[in-house]
Each structure stands twice: as structure tokens, then as C-alpha cells.
């Protein structure tokens, strides 16, 4: 009897929902085990949202096992100074607690019963207490209130801030630990560091916990007895990421510009520890570095940095400014963590063809030791286009990068229908991260379904340095429309794309973008906008950054109307021709969904063939499963019907 081959699977967003979130990772004092998170979506009957669990394993690979498992998530773990302890938060209840459990095993033990939900914490020196940030609990008042629903308030009166507290780990004489706050001042704690001996904290500190006072950010010590500040660094650049030097005598911290920008620059600088002068570091290649901490010996600062498409661990000799890389491999080098002893790292890795991995090694001879996947073991996975690192000239003898991923089948020769894909920020960047992911721009499923896709990296990206960065400032929808048309023109001149068969998609900035596109070009069969911003002047009135426009153009819409209306998709949408999918969340507050709506009701009356799916409850990103989901099969149903492969 003949046996009929099975047929061959092909991506789709459900098999990318399958891949599992691999994070956190954590090294043990003694580098001999690793604890880490795993996150997999719940999709039930009433039930839409990602579950995150504690996974423990030995620093080799061996003896692996989920370690907790609760109804809620589990995150954040990190191991008590001697090894003995993990502690973790979780929301088992309304609010996200600190816990702590034996690393050997056994049941968790809640250490904080608070009114409000933990954010980031650290262990003490000598493990006997855990600092951690906390915003302002709702008062009685504001309960009641919200109970008799007379719970109007005032626009940015009565700001919540971030405090600092601690919390003892072990029970005082009545049975109890009672959190003790530390910063009582009218700032927000971003973050901050333990000294060495257990006696002060570095802090750094924003005028609020707004998105929009990120541009605010100074730093103090802060007594870990008496909750005494001191003032350590305060100017009118931002301050940020502090960690005190293994002596501690020294901190190192990043600064921006002075003063700062969204386009986003920063520096590494070192300041004593009682006060004084900071001094400058040499800048980094991309001028945005991300401190992982100092060297065992002090010598060094290690570093996470985006270059190019990819991203890579460096080290920085504080005496001499030289730069090693600390990590090896084409690919993305994330969430970086050292150990307590400084001298083994923990850090996710994936590439392209690469699902994310749980990765360990030592730092002073980077050989990583790879101990999860984010793809379950046994996963059937089909074949995969190959995506390349492509390069082109645009206007003004800029070279710009991108990665263009080619259908599983592609042969060479064969011209194919072309996605363009716009990235966020706008000073994101598209690296090489797996293409299986779930995205809402699912790069694996449109491949497979026989499009080639291309991610570009135009002027205002970042992983090229600050001038490039920078290079779009005042000039939204002028050079970095260029760039993106220059690649566009390059894969159709490398006989790869088929020009009457092009689409084009993007969220936030990149729906910026692609909301001008179709404004300034017909070229285009079908576009798709995600959470875009079409009105920058409305836009600008509405969002939960006000100060970002104006940082990028120089100006106030009051002040000069002319650069608003010249760089707006609204004011240009006059003849639109392209059919159009429009995404957006209701509860955007980035990018509020009033922005979604201008665009749909301006093609709309220009019978222009447009829909709009509103995603409920949503934010600027979707975080439910489903929604996510939804997303990515809007969009490539969207594309199929007016690109067909």
C-alpha cells in the first residue's frame, strides 16, 4: 500500500505564536548554574496573555527544569549574595510582590504584602536585605473615591513618583517585614545601585515617572539607614544607569547630550563616589551603550551596543578609552547580565536563521554555552528564506543598510512580489533577529507565502553612529524617504523584485512613514499603517511625549507652521490611490488611535479602498496573544488580496 508523503509545513503566525520568549538570564555567584525566564502565550476560552516561568539549569546544560509555576508569572530572578536563594516577583494577587525561594527547591516565601507594584529590585551586598523602586500607592482617599465613582482628577497634578525602599529578608521580633522608604523627595527613581559595603545607594532620578521626563535624569546617593540624599551629579544633560565600581570608590554612569534628544545620544562617564567632577569617557562607536558593569579587577566597563544590524558585547579600559569585544557570532547579543563574582556572563543570542537562546560564558574567553531555545526540543521547523545584509547608495552619498529576505524556494533570476518594512522609532533599527519570531510584520510567513522582504535601516536608525542617527532631525519624510526608495530601487535592480507588485507597511514611526509614502507615490499596491503617526501637529497635541516633535523639528507647531504642515502625511493626502490597512490600539497613549482615524476618514472620502481594525484594550503594541495574533493575519491577508505572489 503506498504511502502518500506528508505535505510539507510552511509558517504561519500560529507556528510563530508556538516560539517561546527566552529572557532574563541569570548566572548563579559561583557561575555553576543559571536561572531564567520562559514566556508562552495563553490563548483559552476567556483567557488572552503570556505566561512567564522560572526555569533553572546547570551553567553546562545539564538538568534542566521549570522551577516555578503558578497561575500568574514568575520573573526577575536573581540569586541571594551566597548563592543559597532566588529571589523573583510575581502577581499572585493584585499587585507584583517580591518572593523568594530555596535554589535547591521548595515552595516560594512572599517577602512583601505593598499597595502598589513592585518594579526593578536588587539583593544587598551581604544578602540580609533587597532594595527595590515601588510607585505611590493609590491614598484612602483616592479609594474611596474611585469606589463612589467620583474619581475625576486633575492633568498632571498629583503625580505618582518611584520610590526607593528596602525590605529586610528576614522576620523582625513580631513576625514581620515591613518595607522601609528611602527617597521621600519630589523625583522619580529610573534606577539604582548597591555600594559594595551595603551602606549607600546611587540612584538616579527624573523630575517624574512620565515618558516625557526622561530628558530630566540627575543622580544622588542615598544612605541605606537613614534614607539621607546627597546630591551627586546634577546638570541639564540626563543621567542614568549608575554602578558603583567594585571598590566603590568610583560610579559609572551614562549621560546624553546636552542637552538631550529623542534622536538619543550617550556616554559613558565615571564620578567618584563621595562627589566630585565626572570625567568623560571615550564615546562609543554608536554613541549608545547600555552598562552591563565593571570588570572584576575594575579596569574595565563592560557594555551592550547595537552595530549595524547587529548588537555585541564590549569592553572599555577606563585608563587607556580601548575597546575589546567581549562576544563573537553575526547576530543579536540581549539582555546581558553579569554575575556576582564579574566573571561570567549571561545573555540571550539569536540570529536570522536562529531562534532566541539562553547562552552562558566567561568573560575573559567568550566560549557561550548554549542551554534553551526558544523552540521546543523536537520542533518541526520549515525551511526558512534566507535573509542577507544588503547595502546601496541613496541621495547625498549616503550608504544605507538593510536585510532582504528571500522566499524559501526563491531561485536566482526569478523577479518576485517585494515588501517593504519600516521600523519604529525612528531611531530603531532592523537587526538580526530570528524572522521566525512572532512580529507584527511576520517577515518567515510573508516569505513563505513567496514575497521577498525587505527591512531597511534608513538616516534616523540607529546602529551607525550619532551623525546618522541624527541625520533625519527636521527632515521626517525627506532623506529617510530617499533611503527607503533607494533600497526599494536596489533589489528591483538585482533582478529580485517585481516592481508592479510592491507593498509597504510600518508601525509607529515606520506608519509615519508609510502614511507619507502613499502620500508622495503611487508605486505601491497596498500599504499598511500600524499605530502611525499621520498628523504630527495633532499628534503632537495628544501624545504622552510632547516634547518629541518639537525636539526633532526644531520648533513648536505655533512657531513654525510651515515644517509641520511640510512634513505631514494629512496635509499631503490629497490623491491617495493606494489601498490601505490601518491597525491601531485604543488604548495608545504613545500614539493616540485619533491619529488612525484622520488617515481612515481622509481615504475614506476619497473612495480610496481602506480598513481599520481597532485592537481593544491594546496599547501602542499588542500584548495579548490573540491581538497579536489578529495583527499578524490582518496583515497578510491584507497584502495576499491586492499582492498575489
Not at 507584583?96 to 507594584?117: C, H, I, Y
Not at 555585541?312 to 580601548?322: D, E, R, V
Not at 521577498?452 to 536608525?461: D, E, K, W, Y
Request: glycine letters at 10%.
Amino acid at each position: 500500500m503506498e504511502t502518500q508523503e506528508a505535505e510539507r509545513p510552511i509558517w504561519t503566525p500560529e507556528l510563530s505564536m508556538q516560539f517561546r520568549g527566552i529572557g532574563q538570564v541569570r548566572v548563579s555567584p559561583d557561575g555553576s548554574r543559571v536561572a531564567y525566564t520562559v514566556t508562552e502565550p495563553v490563548m483559552e476560552a476567556e483567557k488572552s496573555e503570556t505566561l512567564s516561568q522560572i526555569w533553572l539549569a546547570n551553567a553546562d546544560g545539564s538538568e534542566k527544569y521549570q522551577a516555578t509555576f503558578a497561575d500568574k508569572s514568575s520573573t526577575d530572578p536573581q540569586w541571594s549574595p551566597d548563592g543559597k536563594w532566588l529571589a523573583f516577583t510575581s502577581q499572585r494577587g493584585d499587585k507584583n510582590q517580591l518572593f523568594r525561594m530555596r535554589a535547591s527547591g521548595g515552595e516560594a516565601e512572599r517577602l512583601t504584602e505593598v499597595k502598589s507594584d513592585i518594579g526593578a529590585y536588587l539583593w544587598s551586598p551581604d544578602g540580609s536585605r533587597i532594595g527595590f523602586l515601588m510607585s505611590d500607592p493609590k491614598t484612602e482617599d483616592e479609594e474611596k473615591r474611585g469606589k463612589s465613582k467620583d474619581d475625576a482628577f486633575w492633568v498632571d497634578e498629583d503625580l505618582k513618583y518611584v520610590r526607593l525602599y528596602v525590605v529586610a529578608i528576614e522576620k523582625d521580633a513580631e513576625g514581620k517585614r515591613e518595607p522601609k522608604q528611602l527617597t521621600a523627595f519630589a523625583r522619580s527613581v529610573s534606577g539604582f545601585d548597591w555600594s559594595p559595603d551595603g551602606r549607600t545607594l546611587a540612584v538616579a532620578h527624573t523630575l517624574s515617572a512620565k515618558a516625557d521626563d526622561w530628558t530630566t535624569g540627575d543622580l544622588a546617593t542615598v544612605d541605606a539607614d537613614t534614607g539621607e540624599i546627597t546630591p551627586l551629579h546634577e546638570s541639564t544633560a540626563s543621567a542614568s544607569q549608575p554602578h558603583y565600581s567594585p571598590d566603590g570608590s568610583t560610579i559609572a554612569f551614562t549621560l546624553s547630550d546636552d542637552p538631550p534628544h529623542w534622536a538619543g545620544s550617550s556616554f559613558l562617564h565615571l564620578i567618584p563616589a563621595a562627589g566630585g567632577a565626572p570625567r568623560a569617557l571615550p564615546p562609543t562607536p554608536n554613541a549608545s551603550p547600555f552598562l552591563i558593569g565593571w570588570s572584576a579587577g575594575g579596569s574595565h566597563l563592560y557594555y551592550g551596543e547595537a552595530v549595524g544590524t547587529q548588537s555585541h558585547g564590549y569592553a572599555m579600559n577606563i585608563h587607556t578609552g580601548a575597546i575589546t569585544s567581549l562576544t563573537s557570532g553575526e547576530g543579536i547579543f540581549g539582555e546581558p547580565h553579569l554575575n556576582r563574582s564579574r566573571g561570567v556572563l549571561g545573555f540571550t543570542f539569536q540570529s536570522s536563521e536562529q531562534p532566541v537562546q539562553v547562552c552562558v560564558s566567561s568573560v575573559e574567553a567568550f566560549d557561550p554555552v548554549c542551554i534553551d531555545s526558544g523552540a521546543e526540543p523536537g520542533m518541526a521547523l520549515p525551511p526558512l528564506g534566507r535573509t542577507e545584509v544588503l547595502r546601496w547608495q541613496s541621495t547625498e552619498g549616503l550608504e544605507v543598510e538593510g536585510l532582504l529576505t528571500y522566499p524559501p524556494d526563491y531561485t536566482a533570476g526569478q523577479r518576485v512580489p517585494l515588501l517593504l518594512v519600516i521600523h519604529g522609532g525612528p531611531a530603531g533599527y532592523y537587526a538580526q533577529t530570528f524572522i521566525g519570531n512572532p512580529n507584527i510584520y511576520p517577515v518567515a510567513s510573508f516569505a513563505a507565502q513567496g514575497y521577498a522582504v525587505l527591512r531597511c535601516n534608513p538616516r534616523g536608525s540607529t546602529g551607525y553612529g550619532k551623525d546618522f542617527r541624527y541625520a533625519n532631525r527636521g527632515d521626517w519624510g525627506g532623506g529617510d524617504y530617499r533611503d527607503l526608495m533607494a533600497g526599494v530601487d536596489h533589489v528591483i535592480g538585482m533582478g529580485v523584485a517585481d516592481p508592479e507588485r510592491l507593498g509597504v507597511m510600518g508601525w509607529s514611526y515606520g506608519g509615519f512613514m508609510t502614511s507619507w509614502i502613499i502620500t508622495q507615490t503611487h508605486r505601491f499596491k497596498a500599504a499598511s499603517v500600524g499605530a502611525g503617526v499621520t498628523n504630527i501637529m495633532s499628534f503632537n497635541g495628544t501624545a504622552d511625549i510632547p516634547s518629541f516633535i518639537p525636539d526633532y523639528f526644531g520648533a513648536e507647531s505655533w512657531e513654525d507652521l510651515d515644517i509641520y504642515r511640510d512634513h505631514c502625511a494629512m496635509f499631503q493626502v490629497k490623491g491617495v490611490q493606494t489601498p490601505t490597512l490601518i491597525q491601531h490600539g485604543d488604548a495608545d497613549v504613545r500614539v493616540p488611535i485619533s491619529q488612525g482615524y484622520e488617515l481612515y476618514n481622509a481615504l475614506r472620502r476619497q473612495h480610496v479602498e481602506t480598513r481599520m481594525i481597532v485592537l481593544p484594550r491594546q496599547p501602542h503594541g499588542p500584548n495579548e496573544p490573540r491581538m497579536l495574533l489578529k495583527v499578524m493575519q490582518t496583515n497578510l491577508d491584507w497584502f495576499a488580496k491586492h499582492i498575489r505572489p
